[in-house]
């Protein structure tokens, strides 16, 4: 069946998984709540400094747009699929533009605790995925499944 997966494969696959599951899940209910009791919402909202519905609309959907692939990479590289890894690492990217973008451009301050984790993670996801061990996992697995078919 081919050498054992790495642990930090495991881990950042599952922990993938499981981090933008939920988050996925915390977004879609802040938008269903939202679209409930839209005054409530806004209400809620301006205190932590999102100005109004529309404004809270575009930063759920954006979440979103980014934990779908997330979640999908992350059952690819459980899968060991040198896509998911590719995936995964895209994301990242695209993730650490916008969350630098908000931060820096647009000087938005909401969330920062967890804007600083978020970029933590990026980074540890960035160096380890891209670390000659576990491209080598990767590319193995490729190699054997394109062996077998033959």
């Known amino acids: 069946m081919g050498k054992k997966r790495l642990l930090g494969v495991i881990v950042f696959g599952s922990a993938i998984i499981t981090i933008t599951g939920i988050l996925f899940l915390v977004m879609a ?29 575009i930063i759920t959907r954006k979440g979103c747009l980014l934990y779908v692939p997330f979640f999908i990479s992350g059952v690819a590289i459980l899968k060991r699929k040198e896509w998911g890894r ?49 491209k080598k996992q990767f590319q193995n697995t490729t190699q054997s499944t394109t062996q077998n078919s033959k």
């Open 29 to 57: 209910s802040v938008i269903f709540m939202a679209m409930q009791n839209p005054e409530a919402a806004s209400k809620t909202f301006e205190r932590k400094g999102i100005s109004g519905m529309e404004e809270l609309l």
């Open 86 to 134: 590719r995936l995964c690492l895209i994301v990242c990217l695209v993730a650490l533009g916008v969350s630098l973008h908000s931060k820096l451009i647009i000087r938005d301050s909401i969330f920062t605790m967890g804007t600083y984790l978020s970029y933590g993670l990026y980074a540890m996801v960035l160096y380890y995925f891209n670390r000659k061990d576990v």
